[in-house]
Nanobody, 123 residues
C-alpha cells in the first residue's frame, strides 16, 4: 500500500492550493483519511480528516473556514483545498489512512502513512 501526497508549492499569503492524496492497493472509502502537517521545530499535527462515509469531517481550529477536505471515490483520491493561506500554514503536509472505528487519531496511530508535500506561504 502506498499513499502519495501531491500539490504543494510556493504561494503568496491569501492564495490557494489543492493537495491530493492518491492511494494504491487501498480503497479510501473503507478508511478514515487524515491530512497532517509538520512545520520546522513543531510536532506533526492533524489538520483535517474525513470519515469512512465522508459524512463526518474534522478540522483543527486554525484552518476552519479556510480548508476543506473531500473525497472522490471514483478517483480514489482525497483532496485538501486550502484557501486564504497564511505564512503559518507553511509546513510539510502528509496524508494517512486508518481503519479506526472512532476518533480521528494521531499520526502514529494511522495504519498507512504517505510521504509529504511541501507547502510554503510567503508573506
Amino acid at each position: 500500500v502506498q499513499l502519495q501526497a501531491s500539490g504543494g508549492g510556493l504561494v503568496q499569503a491569501g492564495g490557494s492550493l489543492r493537495l491530493s492524496c492518491a492511494a494504491s492497493r487501498l480503497t479510501f472509502s473503507n478508511y478514515v483519511v487524515g491530512w497532517f502537517r509538520q512545520a520546522p521545530g513543531k510536532e506533526r499535527e492533524l489538520v483535517a480528516a474525513i470519515s469512512w462515509s465522508g459524512r463526518s469531517t474534522y478540522y483543527t481550529e486554525p484552518v476552519k473556514g479556510r480548508f476543506t477536505i473531500s473525497r472522490d471515490s471514483a478517483r480514489n483520491t482525497v483532496y485538501l483545498q486550502m484557501n486564504s493561506l497564511k505564512p503559518e500554514d507553511t509546513a510539510v503536509y502528509y496524508c494517512a489512512a486508518d481503519r479506526r472505528p472512532v476518533g480521528w487519531g494521531t499520526w502514529a496511530e494511522y495504519d498507512y502513512r504517505g510521504q509529504g508535500t511541501q507547502v510554503t506561504v510567503s508573506s
